[in-house]
């Protein structure tokens, strides 16, 4: 199994700040034949089922404001909110697609200072 | 718009079997797969299998291999997962999620959540 860990567990961030959360995966989950990553991020909020924010890495869903972006590649990979809102109070996971099982990395709490 | 809406809580007693459904609407329901994810109480979501809504192929994670069941009834566009010989750590919140893709692909719709307990 591929195995995704994020760092770090939880952030604190001033509202204007930014936001960086890592995510490493046990394997390389880069296609070469297509260049595509096999990484996905999601957004958690309490109470809520996970929103897809970026896929193939760098790929933001639609709807998704601008401020979250997706960098990385192979094992490595970056979640980015350049400039953190009070709406962005969440928990976020990488998941990998590359192979089954899927798997998610442990989640970063993201909080306001 | 694509909805994802599942069968309301359940509490079952250590042993017996629980079936959650999933019915979609607000796209082709055959052209997707659907995954079941789960999420225990403070623990990171884990992917239960996924079935091809096409022709009914099913993948499931080693993990629950003997114990889960997935199925699709395209005339009612629902999906259901069956999970059986429940034990306490299987009480979990449970989604259905939408691939983007026929088969693998990231998960770009999610259902409600079913919250199944697992208690004697």
């Known amino acids: 199994d591929i195995v995704m860990t994020q760092s770090p567990d939880s952030l604190v961030v001033y509202l204007g700040e930014r936001a960086t959360i890592n995510c490493k995966s046990s394997q390389n989950i880069l296609y070469s034949s297509n260049n595509k990553n096999y990484l996905s991020w999601y957004q958690q909020k309490p109470g809520q089922p996970p929103k897809l924010l970026i896929y193939?890495?760098?790929t933001r869903e639609s709807g998704v404001p601008d401020r979250f972006s997706g960098s990385g590649s192979g094992t490595e990979f970056t979640l980015t909110i350049s400039s953190l809102q009070a709406e962005d109070v969440a928990v976020y996971y990488c998941?990998?697609?590359?192979?089954?099982?899927?798997?998610f990395g442990g989640g970063t709490k993201v909080e306001i200072k | 718009q694509v909805l994802l809406v599942q069968s309301g809580a359940e509490v079952k007693k250590p042993g017996a079997s629980v079936k959650v459904s999933c019915k979609a609407s607000g796209y082709t329901f055959t052209s997707y797969a659907m995954h079941w994810v789960r999420q225990a109480p403070g623990q990171r979501l884990e992917w239960m299998g996924w079935?091809?809504?096409?022709?009914?192929?099913?993948k499931y994670s080693e993990k629950f291999q003997g114990r889960v069941t997935i199925t699709r009834d395209t005339s009612a566009s629902t999906v259901h997962m069956e999970l059986s010989r429940l034990r306490s750590e299987d009480t979990a919140v449970y989604y259905c999620?939408?691939?983007?893709?026929?088969?693998?692909?990231?998960?770009?719709?999610w259902g409600q959540g079913t919250l199944v307990t697992v208690s004697s």
């Open positions: 079935i091809n809504v096409d022709n009914g192929n099913t």
């Open positions: 193939w890495a760098s």
């Open positions: 999620a939408k691939s983007a893709a026929a088969n693998i692909g990231p998960l770009e719709y």
């Open positions: 998941q990998q697609y590359w192979s089954t099982p899927l798997t």
